[in-house]
């Protein structure tokens, strides 16, 4: 009986492997099987983030059963992508002529207000055929006259039994007056490809824009930049810190005699100050935690990028970003909890729990703020409600135990403090500094050459935000990024030597 069992469910796994439907997850198709044609968002051209569902707009659908889409992912929910069955029938390899698939009978005065004031503002809207975007316009103003666009014309190139290649081009001008009659029609052509599947994606890529020399001289620019600032700490540390160092590794008598001898001057008087602990050590402990979690989330999210081409798949960014921060949350408990064990600290828990909900505090807060706003003006980048049920479910059920893990390994493990030097009973006063030693100005200082660093990358990264194009060089944002750290330890490392120089040795934590 157990024999004939197994045979069965191995004849049926095989049977199914066999047997491929026409599916746009697998993105395989046998001939004549349907192939669907999803309405995301409309919105106007000149902002890309201001985005409405499809049917916002008074347009009709086909006779097609209408079908359901749910989010795929938790990042396609967050990023706004909301698919409608189009009900318009596609069909693998099958040309279709002219065809109207539905018609407004008659054009309601709200309904042509609707479609005056997106042609006016210049709206198209988005779709997808087998996961692959496509474009559309609305309509045009032609000598003061608004017509519409009312024939879309599908041109689909396929390899094998994949779709490889996806172009429409609106036509049926037609002029746009409140009581007529409006008939939506389409069209529909196939022609074999050479296209690889794997390569399907590159005609979105804007390799001239992306790979332009500018990007390339930033990246030299910043290069030169590290070596200067590498150069600069090498020099403070090799020629003004080791005789120090060594010097205070000595034992107390000798420091005592050094110190009758008077040979000690600026941040040389405060080193049995700077490791009193912080005035805020619960926020100090937190941030920093935080800090070695997304270190660690960015370099990860972006070779995953570079490795699995992520940008090609609606949300997959954002759900692999989500994913590896909850993955990734005992690196915040473990370098949280050190900290703040070696400082004295006694709350163990609070400082826990601040580690937790820190950043999804602050990232959630100022989503959840913004959602509101696109609930008010029914925007599709409004986040459902079962998206922020999904989010606060993730920090509470998986961020927060595993931060809990870190946080009693780093308080057993690396919770002993191990200072170079003994810290003194009393205080020691503060001087006055002048004003482009205080703090505020060393920071605002110190942070011209870590932007220096970054700002070209990060306006190829936010004209893909507002340009309509997709980001995908990963293999630079890696470099810049690794180009920063070095750059944002050595302006720290420069910037603390100035503020002990001053004898500031609070605001050096």
Known sequence: ?????????????????????????????????????????????????????YYSLPYCKGLQENIGHYHETLGEALEGYELEYSQIGFNFKSKTAVNAYCEVPELKLEDFKAFEFAIKNRYWYQMFIDDLPIWGVVGEIDQNELFLYTHMKFDIGYNGHRIVDVNMTTEGKTALKQGDK????????????TIKYEDRFDKYLDANFFQHRIHWFSIFNSFMMVIFLVG????????????????????????????????????????????????????????????????????AVIL??????????????????????????????????????????KKWIQQMLASVFLLPF????????????AIYYHASRAIPFGSMVAVTCIVLFIVLPLTLVGTVL?????????????????????????????????????????????????????????????????????????ILLVVTVCVTIVCTYFLLNAEDYSNSE
């Open 1 to 53: 009986m157990t024999r004939i069992l197994v045979t069965v469910l191995i004849l049926v796994s095989l049977t199914g492997c066999l047997h491929v439907l026409g599916d746009e997850h697998a993105h395989l198709y046998e001939d004549g099987e349907e192939v669907v044609l999803w309405m995301n968002t409309v919105g106007p051209y000149h902002n890309q983030q201001e985005t409405y569902k």
């Open 182 to 193: 409006i008939a939506f029609s389409y069209e529909v052509n196939w022609k074999p490809s």
């Open 362 to 373: 602050v990232v959630c807060g100022t989503a959840f703020f913004i959602n509101f706003i």
């Open 232 to 299: 600069l700490v090498s020099m403070i540390l090799m020629r003004t810190l080791r005789k120090d160092y060594a010097r205070y590794a000595k034992d107390e008598e000798e420091m005592d005699m050094d110190r009758e001898l008077g040979d000690e001057y600026g941040w040389k008087q405060v080193h049995g100050d700077v490791f009193r602990t912080p005035a805020h050590l619960l926020v100090f402990s937190s941030v920093l935690g935080t800090g070695y979690q997304l270190l660690v989330v960015t370099i």
């Open 410 to 482: 780093g308080r057993n493990l690396a919770g002993q403090a191990d200072h170079p030097c003994r810290v003194n009973a009393v205080p020691r006063p503060i001087p006055e500094k002048k004003w482009f030693m205080e703090p505020l100005v060393i920071v605002a200082l110190g942070g011209i050459l870590p932007f220096g660093s970054i700002f070209i990358e990060m306006y190829f990264i936010f004209t893909s935000f507002w340009a309509y194009k997709i980001y995908y060089v990963y293999g630079f944002m890696l470099l810049v990024f690794l």
């Open 304 to 345: 995953f990028t570079i490795l699995g081409e992520l940008y090609t798949e609606r949300g997959s960014l954002l759900s692999t970003a989500i994913f590896v921060y909850a993955a990734t949350s005992p690196i915040n408990g473990y370098f949280g909890a050190s900290i703040y064990s070696q400082s004295g600290g």
